[in-house]
């Protein structure tokens, strides 16, 4: 099964390491799933996760991008040579969006999920963290 991961999932494993989100990102890489990769999701993750805000305590920028070129050496890196823009409100949920549609994703994970409603009509889902880990739990 293959997914994309929203910035926010990295976000919040950032964060705190007791949420489903550290739990799914603390499994890569797995046989359970894969999560598909844009250089502007990449480039997107980058940006976030280097703000101070984000960077979790003890660790360098160094480190912070070191762990992002470790998931992008694990991801499907993907192609996307059509845009569905404008589609959702935010462009950069329409990003996210194309890179599932692009790789055929199932999902996608994200805290936001309320942003992505629309994505249905392009036969993919929007799910929480929580959500998918307990899907893969059964």
């Known amino acids: 099964m293959r997914v994309v991961l929203d910035t926010s999932v990295l976000v919040a494993a950032a964060r705190s390491r007791k949420g489903a989100s550290y739990q ?17 999701l990449y480039t997107e993750w980058q940006a976030v996760l280097t703000r101070a805000e984000h960077m979790p305590p003890g660790v360098s920028l160094d480190g912070v991008l070191g762990y992002l070129r470790y998931l992008a050496s694990l991801a499907h890196l993907q192609d996307v040579h059509f845009l569905w823009r404008p589609f959702l409100r935010d462009p950069d949920d329409d990003m996210v969006l194309e ?16 942003d992505f409603r629309r994505v249905a009509e392009l036969k993919v889902q929007a799910i929480s963290p929580a959500n998918f880990l307990n899907m893969l739990r059964k």
Do not use: K
């Open 24 to 40: 799914l990102v603390s499994m890569l890489p797995t046989p359970r799933f894969d999560f598909a990769l844009t250089i502007a």
């Open 99 to 114: 890179c599932a549609v692009a790789s055929g994703s199932q999902y996608i994970v994200t805290h936001n999920v309320r």
